[in-house]
């Protein structure tokens, strides 16, 4: 293939590539799991629940909600600033499972009000 | 529990020869998996030994690493950078030679982390915050005098922010397992080995020979690595490609000492996330998050152990990685060089869908057309560091 066709056809892929990848990121859900199935086999998954915040905790910057969902509960930690309560709050968090000293936790993307 | 700590310490030689030689394999993965199985060791040993292990495991890894890098194209993120100077020593007969440079760049990172660790200790509290708020302009001063330097300044700017934008998508694709190995496959593994196949590039006759360099040049590129790898060394986001990225933009470099340069930061970041989980309970790296969940209670007295460990490795890994840079010499002239870069392209898009899931495959091709265009209009690779770099600027920046 001449180097200007071949260069032709890696812009647009580059290009298309790019773009799907941001339309994917936005657009796909996780599937959703109620709290009690989540274990350690499942670090980094990214999963979804939806519950009550029954407890929320200001940590150097960071929110640390207690999400129940009637099956169990589940620390989840959010990295934004949030100056208002979400406690009592009832929301869809979808996230990364992850580890805190022992602890398995969600590590907030996104969380929407109910 | 002197015996279980050697112990430990020979089976964190052993997997990370493996993880290292392998491409694909990430030390992250046997962390994760030995942390799982964590339960069922601490009921014979205790955390301090399991730590052993990790540091044995990742310091290893570090040398051994540029291995397949250098020979077979198949970088990672750490690696990326050597990739380019390590194939066109390569393509000139000195494979070999090119690891050995990022050998002794390793194990002097190595002895320099070790040397500075108890400045760092002392200071790190007091500078941390300064360091969090400059980080960002820093960055962005980095990338301007790359572009600036580079004489088709068009093509970096396009290179720079194709590959950004792509780096920001996959890091925000939380449906993707271990992100940066699709994206670190594509843009400096896949688009390399895809070149070397399509111009059908042959490999010459290997000399096991050294490449001299003048102690003065070295002194200085070790002094750069020390200042790059301060900087990023205690800061989230940033690692030793960064710390590379930024020392090509403070000197120009000649591509052979480059690769020292690559092999100290490598080695200097890893040893300091190890101070910073200390000084600044902040864990800084994949590897030190595993050794903060196993010690909870890092202290000084386990610091020094550790890195008392890292320098019993390194001294092993120097040799270990020569030998199998030195088989790797010797066999890849029996071998039809095309057919074993098709062969490692495949590999890489088999294990993506394995490491990162289905929708890495997109990631990866994206990130090979963005390699090729690199070497198709004749800019550095360094450019498509911008895949770490803007989302790292957008983060301390907003």
């Known amino acids: ?114 | 529990m002197l015996e279980q700590i050697f112990i430990a310490l020979l089976l964190g030689i052993i997997i990370g020869t493996l993880t290292g030689i392998f491409p694909g394999i990430h030390i992250n993965l046997v962390a994760t998996l030995l942390f799982i199985t964590s339960a069922f060791f601490l009921q014979f040993t205790s955390p301090i030994v399991l730590a052993v292990f990790i540091i044995s495991m990742a310091i290893m890894h570090t040398f051994t690493d540029f291995v397949p890098s250098i020979f077979l194209g198949a970088p990672n993120e750490d690696t990326a950078l050597s990739v380019l100077p390590g194939h066109r020593l390569l393509l000139e007969g000195n494979g070999y030679a090119a690891v050995k440079l990022t050998t002794v760049g390793c194990f002097f990172g190595v002895l320099i982390a070790i040397a500075i660790s108890p400045f760092f200790i002392a200071v790190m509290p007091f500078i941390y915050p300064w360091l969090v708020k400059i980080m960002a302009f820093l960055l962005i001063a980095i990338v301007l005098i790359l572009i600036i330097r580079e004489e088709k300044k068009m093509w970096a700017i396009i290179i720079f922010i194709i590959s950004g934008v792509l780096g920001l998508a996959t890091l925000n694709f939380m449906a993707i397992k271990q992100p940066l190995f699709p994206l670190f496959s594509g843009l400096f593994g896949t688009s390399l080995l895809a070149m070397s196949f399509l111009q059908n590039v042959k490999i010459p006759k290997q000399k096991i020979q050294d490449i001299k360099v003048e102690k003065k040049e070295m002194t200085k590129i070790l002094g750069l690595s020390i200042l790059s790898s301060s900087l990023v060394s205690f800061l989230p986001g940033v690692g030793s490609a960064q710390a590379a990225v930024i020392s090509s933009a403070i000197k120009k470099i000649d591509e052979k000492i480059f690769l020292v340069l690559v092999g100290a930061v490598n080695t200097i970041v890893m040893c300091l996330s190890f101070v910073a989980l200390f000084a600044i309970q902040k864990p800084r790296s994949g590897m030190a998050v595993f050794v903060g969940k196993f010690l909870p209670y890092f202290n000084e007295q386990q610091l020094w152990l550790l890195l008392l460990v890292t320098l019993i490795v390194a001294s092993v890994a120097v040799f270990v990685t020569l030998l199998f840079a030195r088989f790797f010499a010797q066999g890849i002239m029996k071998i039809n060089y095309k057919w074993l870069c098709f062969a490692i392209m495949i590999l890489l898009l088999v294990l993506t869908p394995i490491i990162s899931g289905w929708l890495g495959l997109i990631i990866v091709v994206t990130g090979t057309a963005i390699g090729i265009i690199t070497s198709l209009v004749g800019v550095k690779k360094i450019h498509m560091m911008g895949s770490l770099l803007l989302p790292v600027i957008l983060y301390y920046l907003i």
């Open chain 1, 1 to 114: 293939m001449e180097t200007r066709n071949l260069l032709k056809l890696c812009l647009i892929t580059a290009l298309v590539g790019t773009f799907l990848v941001i339309i994917l990121a936005n657009n796909i859900e996780p599937e959703t799991k109620t709290i009690d199935t989540i274990n350690e086999n499942m670090f980094d998954e990214w999963i979804k629940v939806q519950g009550n915040i029954t407890q929320e905790r200001d940590i150097e910057g960071l929110k640390i909600l207690t999400v129940n969902d009637g099956t169990a509960s589940i620390n989840c930690v959010l990295r934004k600033n949030v100056s208002y309560s979400l406690k009592d709050q009832r929301v869809e968090i979808q996230g990364k499972i992850t580890d805190y000293k022992g602890d398995i936790e969600i590590d907030i993307s996104k969380i929407k009000i109910l």
